[in-house]
């Protein structure tokens, strides 16, 4: 059986970035130019049904003979109380009725975690995608050990040491170390565990002093400089997200690919109020709102999402982006509208001067 070496593949990028899986934002084009470039292209299938993932993994072969990473979410399935739920959509009322839209009657469990979704480990199984990675925890050990033994080579996500550990333990073949810059989710494992809030200079410098496996830099890195800064606190690759939202290949609307490009891009917050997890990107309607409001208890991952969800698609239908989702880092003011095969060009040169 071939197991697969991640350090030996890393070796083998002409440039050590991974862009990062961005379920709403990466698409099979941007992942397909960023391999075809010479670095690490991702998909994210978390928020996809298995026939929509079986769709965008097709879809990234036909663009790319290059590997490429298929990510998906591993968080603990939660249940949501019909208490909470009425509570959290009574506290929304007001946003409905000022959007002249009818709330949902509840909230819904809009993602199956991966780690009880078997059609999706089959898919995986069958499209053997080089690497897959994991968010927000990792699967039981049986689909890791499944996944392995088809050779397709794992990473997951640590926003600490002892999530780091956890992840060597069982069997990986590498670690992206999330720090509190990042654009997106945090990938805490435990969302009732409190958050390290480590930076990625430090926790990249932890991780690669601690464990054995190579650890991937994610969180805040835009350009050459940031990627050398990684490298240099012991990195063997980084992981890029926010600085690939702006490449025309990516799915992010006008006016999110704007407002990067804005005085907004220095306003990045870590908000929970619109997902149940904490995650970074521009404060919009949604958050505001909660931000006034005395009291509230914030659902469950991702059920407070559906809220969310159904408030962006009401204002859309009045032709306003006040409720739109829109994740980004810190490292947002030095963002570059690029195609993607040009950010990759620049990066490269950026690292060699
Ligand atoms: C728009 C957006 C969506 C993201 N979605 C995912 C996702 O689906 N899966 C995942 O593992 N990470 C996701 N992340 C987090 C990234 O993997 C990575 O940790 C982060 O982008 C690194 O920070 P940066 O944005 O400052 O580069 C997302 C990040 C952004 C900006």
Known sequence: MVFFKLADFIESLD???????????STPELAAAVSNAGALGSISVGAMTVEEARASIEKTQS??????NVNVF??????????????????????????????????????????????????????RPAIVSFHFGLPPQPIINALKEAGIGLIATATNLAEARQIEQAGLDGIVAQGIEAGGHRGIFNSDDADSELSTSVLTRILAIELRLPIIAAGGIMDGAGIKAALLSGAKAVQLGTAFVACPESAANANYKTALTSEKAYQTQLMTSISGRPARGFPNALTQWVDSLREYCIPPYPFTYDAAKALQSAARANNSADFDVQWAGQGAPFIRALPAEALIQLLKSELQS
């Open 63 to 68: 663009l790319t003979k290059k590997p490429f």
């Open 74 to 127: 591993c968080h603990q399935q939660l249940a949501c109380n019909a208490a909470v739920s009425a509570s959290w959509l009574n506290a929304l009322a007001p946003l409905f009725a000022q959007l002249k839209a009818k709330p949902p009657e509840t909230l819904h469990e809009i993602y199956t975690s991966f780690n009880d979704n078997w059609a999706m480990l089959e898919l995986l199984l069958k499209k």
């Open 15 to 25: 440039l050590l970035v991974i862009q990062a899986p961005m379920a709403g934002v």
